[in-house]
């Protein structure tokens, strides 16, 4: 069946660095994106959206692209800090649930 | 305002039990979701609910169930436990049904032994 999947399972960067996680989906009538980070012990935490009228979308430190011809986005994440090391989840709207990623796991090293 | 908040944060089982697991979302919001998580299988949609009634449901046998309160808090139980029912179990409320942002709990952290 169509899913979201993510192309590396971890991802290590050094604090101060850019990083970038991407995701894939299947999906082409997909009209709705969402990014959640994830800490130890929490629960996902709703970081950008974006809908499939939009390329690129900014928040703070953020930036989610969405590219509609290869069926692509990604989360750009600027000065990269410590406490932005989590697992990443990107998610679609299928149906009227979100379909999730399996997630990316970012660690920041000083 | 408080976050949504999920209890118990721990619990461990024994295969063939049963168990109840509870939510109370932010205040105001009428809709609630569940969502499994495993290492293998990750975030899996269980079900919505929104105004007391089960609105969307996910790939789940029946021995998963659920429901929702006047007040919106909502429960869900899971019958006959399996060692596979190990996982996270998410609540997440909404404003309204099959709104898009969902606010997460911490999860109640079930173990199946």
């Known amino acids: 069946g169509e899913s979201v999947g993510l192309h590396l399972p971890t991802l290590s960067v050094q604090e101060g660095d850019n990083s970038i996680i991407n995701c894939a989906y299947s999906?082409?009538?997909?009209?709705?994106f969402i990014w959640y980070k994830q800490e130890s012990g929490k629960g996902p935490q709703f970081i950008i959206d974006?809908?499939?009228?939009?390329d690129k979308r900014q928040g703070q430190r953020v930036t989610v692209l969405l590219n509609k011809t290869v069926k692509h986005l990604s989360l750009q994440i600027a000065a990269t800090q410590p406490g932005d090391s989590a697992v990443y989840f990107c998610?679609?709207?299928?149906?009227?649930?979100?379909?999730f990623g399996k997630g990316t796991s970012l660690l920041v090293t000083p | 305002k408080a976050g949504v908040t999920q209890t118990p944060r721990y619990l461990i089982k024994t295969r063939g039990q049963q168990v109840t697991l509870s939510c109370s979302p932010i205040?105001?919001?009428?809709?609630v979701s569940w969502y499994q998580q495993t290492p293998g299988q990750g975030l899996q949609f269980l079900f919505e609910?929104?105004?007391?009634?089960?609105?969307n449901k996910g790939n789940f046998p029946g021995r998963f169930s659920g429901r929702q309160f006047s007040n919106s808090r909502s429960e869900m139980n899971v019958s006959t436990l399996e060692l596979g029912d190990s996982a996270l179990y998410l609540c997440a409320s909404s404003l309204a049904q099959g709104s898009e942002k969902l606010f997460f709990g911490s999860g109640t952290q079930l173990s199946v032994l």
């Open positions: 998610a679609e709207i299928q149906g009227n649930a979100l379909n």
């Open positions: 205040s105001g919001h009428r809709s």
């Open positions: 974006i809908r499939s009228n939009m």
């Open positions: 999906n082409s009538a997909s009209d709705y």
């Open positions: 609910y929104f105004s007391e009634t089960q609105r």
